[in-house]
């Protein structure tokens, strides 16, 4: 059996959820809503999180070009994705939704532009 | 006299756009939009984290995207915009003095003038924090635009004093990019910032957050070596013998926005001393008749969402005013911020009104268990519930007409909190 806490993001109220783990059973306390409940055992079970950042840019009209990945990926996948980002280079011209990097790592979510940049 | 427009909008930010497209869509068409900067989005350019739209388009965008999503209805409409153009005075009788590097200066003859230029981050020298004055200090904003949109590298080992948003959102950043985050020093005993900033930016990378802290001294002469940390006692006095020093290179400042009024007060627009904004009708009229003011120059608001809903409706209003500058008005009411709560806005209301009016306010400090009440006189309009209101977290709340019905007899509109 283990516990976790966390600070529910539900609304402003910030309830301090407390839940317990003990084999497939998982209960929570501290909620005072059913939306904390349901946030407390997706960040046990499998905590998700959309990343986002910037990609180098060759030739643009800006030297980079914000960026993220189109669903939530793992949340303990977040500093391996940023190296991949960090390690790629696009050329101008980007239009935003092109999709920069495919399936990232395999976690199948794409790196998508945010931003429209012009070449130069 | 060089142009003429019917709308002339300061400001391309999401204000900006907002009230052009409504402005547009309500059938007056003679619009620019003057913009400093070389792109429309304002702020929301270096903004690239997630969270954006949520209220407006019912999903989880990023800054930039959201910017898109208006500027793509200001260029289906083609309305005029000037970027690259700083504005350098508005008079009382609505000519626009601009300045760009095509047309050298010169004036717009407006018919309205909508006030969309946003706030500026309180800067360091109105902090008041002892020591050197070596490299490496910035505020949040302008890290946040040269890691964002200049793609720079800003520094390694890092402090934030304040715990605004933006300062919460880079702290995130600049962990992803694989700088050393060591604390987030915050004199208030509670956040400014956004419940869930606190978790997804702070918690999620053991981020530690320094309640009743502030920063005592800053080392380092060429670059910041290190600050000095003090805890702070209920009066916001640094308590001797709590010192600590943290070491780094690099200091962020986010502790607090803005609004930048500076044309209003040259056109002879009246601030409110609380929101550092204009004083408003609802509908977002100044005390300059056709001059109207929307979004974080009005009072700094904690998402987008709510700019452009208030710019919309502004925006509306401004093209109201072209069609019909007569219109009869009723009586003036003046709404009144008390017990708990620190401002609302609009601050007058004209009792000849025909759309709901939408009072948005703040609370002076984090209450749990009250009551939100609007009165009128002995009458209470609405009462309402609240198991917590933050300051850090806008209130909203809906005034109908037929609430203000027997108002004959009355002057003011008070908007309180209940224990």
């Known amino acids: 059996m283990e516990t976790h806490k966390f600070i529910c993001i539900g609304c402003p109220m910030g309830c301090d959820l407390t839940v317990t783990v003990d084999g497939d059973n998982i209960s929570v306390t501290g909620n005072t809503c059913k939306r904390g409940e349901d946030y407390a055992k997706k960040e046990v079970t499998r905590p998700m999180r959309v990343l986002t950042s910037s990609v180098k840019v060759d030739g643009g009209e800006y030297p980079v070009v914000s960026v993220r990945t189109n669903c939530d990926i793992d949340k303990d996948k977040l500093f391996e994705c940023m190296k991949v980002i960090k390690d790629t280079t696009v050329k101008a011209p980007i239009k935003i939704g092109d999709v920069l990097i495919k399936n990232i790592l395999n976690t199948s979510a794409d790196i998508i532009a945010t931003k429209d940049v012009d070449k130069a | ?419």
């Open chain 2, 1 to 419: 006299m060089d142009k003429e427009f019917d709308i002339v909008i300061i400001g391309g930010g999401p204000a900006g756009l907002a009230a052009a497209v409504s402005a547009y869509d309500e059938g007056e068409k003679n619009i620019v939009i003057i913009e400093r900067s070389e792109q429309l989005g304002g702020i929301l350019n270096q903004c690239i984290h997630n969270g954006f739209g949520l209220h407006t388009f019912k999903e989880e965008l990023t800054g930039p995207e959201y910017a898109a999503r208006f500027e793509d209805e200001v260029k289906k409409r083609n309305i005029e915009c000037l970027l690259n153009t700083m504005v350098l005075d508005i008079s009382s009788d609505k000519i626009v003095t601009a300045i760009n590097k095509d047309d050298g200066m010169f004036s717009i003859k407006a018919k309205t003038v909508v006030l969309c230029m946003g706030c500026r981050e309180r800067p360091r020298g109105a902090l008041n924090i002892p020591g050197a004055r070596p490299a490496g200090v910035y505020s949040a904003g302008t890290a946040q635009k040269l890691i964002n949109i200049s793609g720079m590298k800003i520094g390694k080992e890092i402090v934030i004093l304040g715990s605004g948003d933006i300062g919460l959102i880079m702290a995130r950043r600049l962990t992803l990019e694989g700088a050393k985050v060591k604390a987030v020093v915050e004199l208030m005993p509670y956040s400014g910032g956004l419940k869930r900033n606190i978790v997804q930016c702070l918690d999620d990378y053991s981020i530690p957050l320094l309640l009743s802290h502030t920063i005592t001294k800053i080392n380092g002469k060429h670059r910041i070596k290190s600050v000095i940390v003090s805890e702070v006692d209920e009066n916001r006095r640094p308590i001797k013998g709590t010192e600590t020093e943290y070491k780094c290179d690099t200091l962020l400042l986010s502790v607090g926005l803005l609004p930048e009024n500076e044309l209003s007060k040259k056109a002879g627009v009246n601030i409110n001393n609380v929101t550092g904004g204009p004083v408003v009708t609802q509908d977002f009229e100044t005390n300059i008749e056709g001059v109207f003011a929307c979004g974080n120059v009005l009072h700094v608001h904690d998402l987008v969402d709510f700019v452009s809903e208030e710019a919309s409706d502004a925006g509306k209003n401004a093209a109201l005013y072209v069609k019909n500058s007569d219109k009869k008005k009723g009586k003036t009411v003046i709404v009144k911020a008390e017990n708990g709560v620190r401002y609302v806005v609009p601050n007058t209301i004209d009792t000849n009104f025909e759309e709901d009016i939408k009072l948005r306010f703040r609370v002076d400090n984090i209450y749990k268990n009250v009551y939100i009440k609007v009165t009128m006189g002995d009458k209470e309009l609405i009462k309402r519930k609240k198991m917590i209101v933050a300051p850090g977290e806008m209130e909203t709340l809906v005034l109908k007409k037929e609430m203000l019905s027997d108002s004959d007899n009355i002057d003011n509109i008070i908007v309180s909190l209940e224990r």
